[in-house]
């Protein structure tokens, strides 16, 4: 049974930082890219990160791109969402997921997370 699980969510204020991690069982954890969405309230999920199975090739959101930073560590079954000078509107439900390609489309995923709530106060 595979199972990725977030953590690292909560309620900072804007400028501040959050690290996400996820971790993997039951599944070969270096066979896939790992990918991070997010969802606010009456959106869609969108994409905000992903990494390669071997974490040398990473793609972001063009609204995140050099404040977050995706990482893994395939030793520990891990995968981490750095995210720096936080605006209000990042506020949303982020999860992880995996996948078959760092550039693969959001339907192409195939194991999620449960999600973790991030708050971004102004």
């Known amino acids: 049974q595979v199972q990725l699980v977030e953590s690292g969510g909560g309620l900072v204020q804007a400028g501040g930082s959050l690290r996400l991690s996820c971790v993997a069982s039951?599944?070969?954890?270096?066979?896939?890219?790992m990918g991070w969405f997010r969802q606010a309230p009456g959106k869609e999920r969108d994409f905000v990160a992903a990494?390669?199975?071997?974490?040398?090739?990473?793609n972001y959101a063009a609204s995140v791109k050099d404040r977050f930073t995706i990482s893994r560590d395939n030793t520990k079954k891990m995968s981490y969402l750095q995210m720096n000078s936080l605006k209000p509107e990042d506020t949303a439900v982020y999860y992880c997921a995996a996948g078959p390609s760092f550039r693969g489309r959001i339907d192409e995923y195939r194991y999620w997370g449960q999600g973790t709530q991030v708050t971004v106060s102004s």
């Open positions: 039951g599944l070969t954890f270096g066979n896939y890219a």
């Open positions: 990494i390669n199975w071997s974490g040398g090739s990473t």
